[in-house]
């Protein structure tokens, strides 16, 4: 069985994320994407289970996906799933420095390849941190968000 893993914060969980979950399943026969645990130090963070569970019911009906929570390293997580990727998107080339690197070491020290997928370019200006700041001014960012699809 081919397992991938597709971790992050998910503080909120976008339709960047989305997007990269959605064309990375025909890849695998489980896709597991993990949620990093409350042990991150972020203000104002909803627990991993909240986040969690917004990510299972938008998937609901897809049994290939799994979401689980995980702390520590990704690598170690993927091991602990019985996966040999692990899937990241890339938004420009900050984002493919710092997974170049993750990606080298995920490699050398855990055996686990990264497979990178960029981002649809109508999409490449989201990203969770931004969404926070304009929801911090009042802006409703929900046209960023997925919707379940029925």
């Known amino acids: 069985m081919r397992t991938g893993i597709f971790v992050g914060s998910f503080n909120p969980y976008t339709i ?3 997007s990269i979950v959605r064309r990375a399943l025909p890849l695998f026969d489980r896709l597991v994407i993990g949620v990093v ?4 130090h972020k203000p104002d963070m909803p627990s991993a ?11 609901a009906g897809e049994p290939r996906i799994e979401v689980r929570s995980y702390n520590g390293l990704a690598m170690d997580f993927a091991k602990a799933e019985g996966a040999k990727f692990i899937v990241k998107g890339v938004r420009n080339a900050s984002d493919f420095e710092y997974e170049q690197w993750q990606a080298d070491f ?10 990178l997928l960029y981002t649809e370019p109508e999409l490449a200006s989201i990203s969770s941190s931004a969404l926070r700041e304009l929801q911090h001014f009042g802006v409703d960012v929900s046209a960023y968000l997925p919707k379940k699809r029925v």
């Open 37 to 40: 645990g409350d042990n991150v």
């Open 49 to 59: 289970e909240e986040r969690m569970a917004a990510i299972r019911d938008l998937y």
């Open 16 to 18: 960047g994320h989305d």
């Open 106 to 115: 995920n490699r050398r020290l855990g055996g686990i390849e990264t497979i």
